[in-house]
């Protein structure tokens, strides 16, 4: 939905850069002429979009048929564990003395 807004964004700056302002008059009043300045543009943004994702897929691999590989080995090892527990023992003393000095 993001990216749906985003482009809906654009095609009305793009909308007003012409000239043309979207409001719900302009669209009672001309239909067809919104139909072909937003909905067109916006469907084939849309295309382009799901075309590009599914490139991307196909590029990384997704259709393969299998368990999935990587170029690097990728395993919690020691030194995550040691990240992680220095990052939790962190948050622990910073909640501890927070608290002890009246917050929270």
């Known amino acids: 939905m993001p990216s749906f807004i985003r ?7 793009a909308l007003a850069f012409r000239g043309l302002v979207l409001s719900p008059k302009t669209v009672i009043a001309h239909p067809v002429r919104v139909t072909e300045s937003v909905l067109i543009p916006l469907l084939m943004r849309s295309l382009f979009i799901g075309e590009e994702l599914s490139r991307s897929a196909l590029a990384r691999g997704f259709d393969t ?3 999935p590989v990587s170029l690097y080995d990728i395993r919690f ?3 995550d ?3 992680t527990g220095l ?5 622990c003393l910073v909640l ?3 608290r002890s000095m009246g917050g929270i």
């Open 87 to 91: 990052w939790a023992a962190d948050i």
């Open 81 to 83: 564990a040691a990240w």
């Open 77 to 79: 090892k020691f030194k």
């Open 7 to 13: 482009e809906f964004s654009h095609i009305r700056d």
């Open 65 to 67: 048929p299998g368990r």
């Open 96 to 98: 501890f003395f927070d």
